[in-house]
């Protein structure tokens, strides 16, 4: 019979792992949502303009939380705000777009993939945490599992496409990571910190999307769902639960997150545009979710050394 304390002990690690799991799930959300990106822009949106969907996804939700907390940066959070804002939204969209214009989707899904890699590397480097074989290995099996589902025959490479795609990666990863060793500032809470990279992010992709796009197109009904759409789920639901995922949940767990989103785009698409997944797909598939299975279990321990008179 276990004593009162063992109890207690197991009641506290059986706890956290489910506050672990319901924040993983949660944090899933976003990467999903961002996974509709794709069809709700080809069936819903007027052609030709992707930076004007990114800019409304990202610049009214930012406002609207500013005008509800009233909450503004203060000290050096003006300019950590500003560079958050755009690494993770505002850049960050900026090269998706040159992506995607220069690359078919599945070439530019894949090179967004290569983010929780970049993710394993930047954790040595500015969060001064051992390096992990085990987070390489499963980000390169998630990366080669992206690209067999998405990644038709015909795919063409374009070198600026490819530059930017990888650009795009690395902007996401970065902004991740910077995110995990900045924290949020005390008594600011996710909304809020949500609404300060919204509200940078759109800014930054506005004069873009004037000087690249010229005149917003119409918007009819379709549009104006999908518009809000993006911006309500895409947007702000989904980045305030994935800054509170970023800054409670492990930056490598959180990072491996990411291949969701071209996982959901394939699989809506086979479902709502009748597009066929084979077998290579579907191994892609397994392997992709067993990299991000992978991403949320702590790397296995190395056997610690034995001592040569403890050995005697």
């Known amino acids: 019979m276990k004593s009162a304390g063992a109890l207690r002990i197991s009641d506290r690690v059986g706890g956290a792992a489910r ?29 030709g303009h992707p930076l004007f969907a990114a800019t409304l996804r ?39 777009f040159i992506a995607a214009e220069r690359l078919p989707g599945g070439v530019a899904a894949t090179l967004v993939a290569a983010q929780p890699l970049i993710v394993a590397l930047l954790a040595v480097a500015v969060l001064h945490e051992r390096a ?28 600026v496409g490819v530059a930017a795609g990888l650009a795009s990666a690395g902007s996401m990863a970065l902004g991740l990571t910077l995110t995990k060793r ?34 917003p197109p119409a918007i009819d009904s379709a549009a104006a769902f999908g518009y809000l759409w993006l911006g309500l789920a895409g947007g702000l639901i989904a980045y305030v639960l994935w800054f509170r995922g970023i800054t409670t ?30 077998p290579i797909q579907l191994v892609g598939f397994a392997l992709s979710l067993a990299a991000i299975v992978a991403g949320q279990l702590p790397a296995p321990a190395r056997p610690a050394p034995v001592l040569e008179g403890v050995r005697r």
Do not use: C
């Open 19 to 47: 506050g672990d799991l319901s924040r993983t799930a949660l944090t899933a959300f976003a990467p999903a949502v961002w996974g509709t990106t794709y069809i709700t822009t080809t069936e819903l949106l007027p052609p």
């Open 249 to 278: 949940l492990p930056v490598a767990s959180t990072a491996v997150l990411v291949l969701l989103s071209p996982l959901v785009a394939a699989v809506l698409g086979a479902v709502l545009l009748a597009q066929t997944l084979g």
């Open 132 to 159: 992990s074989i085990w987070r390489l290995i499963w980000g390169v099996i998630g990366v080669a599992g992206v690209g067999l589902v998405v990644i038709g025959p015909s795919a063409a490479l374009d070198a």
């Open 58 to 96: 990202a610049l009214p939700a930012g406002l609207i939380v500013l005008a509800v907390t009233r909450t503004m940066p203060h000290g050096q959070w003006w300019w950590k705000a500003a560079v958050l804002g755009v690494l993770n939204i505002g850049l960050l969209n900026a090269l998706l």
């Open 182 to 215: 900045w924290g949020r500032p005390v008594g600011v809470g996710p909304v809020t910190f949500a609404g300060w990279q919204l509200t940078a992010g759109g800014a930054f992709l506005l004069p873009l999307t004037v000087l690249v796009e010229g005149r």
